[in-house]
């Protein structure tokens, strides 16, 4: 009996030592986590500062890159979307940029982001001429490389809603371009749910922007130097 009463106390005290060094670890784990996306954080965001303008002051530059998200199933820009097309459209307009760069999403045949950015661009009054279509991408690092290797990007004005500006200029910065940006406000307002949790999220994006630059990865899709932008601006 004593044998067994024994045998039972070695496992458990077996079983809590195990318990404690695995909070141990768990706790540590989450430490050195929370810390990395820390640093992640006020890397990428360290590479936007004191470049990022509101619309007015914002310099000029030859191009405006609109990063993509989500269209609708008829091909409608989402809100977050047209806001920022709105702000490149008023950007063109005013003269502060000369061509507009719509990078993103045309994974599948019958979801084309960018083939919508072009539409809403043009139906509002900017000349086809002048809208460039990047049809690969696929997140803001993508967008950024292949703004630059792909299109010869060196000098531009990145377009996207606040909270995601800094880690997009940082990108776009730290891959080689000369870049500035503006974000738009105007959805914060109107969704201010989705405005919240995209925030959020932009802490593990930024884990993330930190893991591909350290990377050095290429763009999922890559391919030869694309004229686009050197005819847009070209062309008078």
């Not at 080689?176 to 999220?201: F, K, M, P, Y």
Request: with cysteine.
């Amino acid at each position: 009996m004593r044998g067994r009463i024994g045998a039972a106390g070695r496992w458990r005290r077996e079983h809590r030592r195990l318990v404690r060094r695995m909070l141990v670890a768990a706790v540590v784990a989450a430490v050195l986590l929370g810390g990395g996306t820390l640093a992640s954080v006020v890397w990428i965001r360290g590479g936007a500062d004191g470049h990022l303008y509101d619309e007015a002051a914002v310099p000029d530059a030859p191009v405006a890159l609109v990063l993509g998200t989500k269209v609708d199933a008829t091909g409608r820009p989402s809100p977050f979307l047209a806001a920022r097309l709105d702000l490149a459209r008023r950007l063109f307009k005013a003269g502060k940029v000369r061509a507009v760069l719509v990078s993103g999403d045309n994974m599948d045949a019958d979801y084309d982001e960018p083939g919508a950015m072009r539409r809403w661009l043009v139906d509002r009054g900017v000349p086809a001429r002048k809208v460039v279509l990047d049809r690969a991408g696929f997140d803001t690092y993508d967008s950024c490389a292949r703004a630059k290797r792909i299109f010869g990007v060196e000098r531009a004005t990145v377009v996207t809603q606040s909270f995601h500006l800094p880690r997009a200029v940082a990108l776009c910065r730290r891959l080689g371009i000369d870049a500035n940006g503006v974000g738009d406000e105007t959805a914060r307002r109107q969704h201010a749910q989705r405005w919240r949790v995209s925030s959020l999220r932009e802490y593990g994006a930024c884990v993330k922007a930190a893991l591909d630059l350290f990377s050095g990865r290429d763009p999922d899709r890559l391919g030869p130097r694309d004229p686009g932008v050197d005819d847009a601006l070209r062309d008078g």
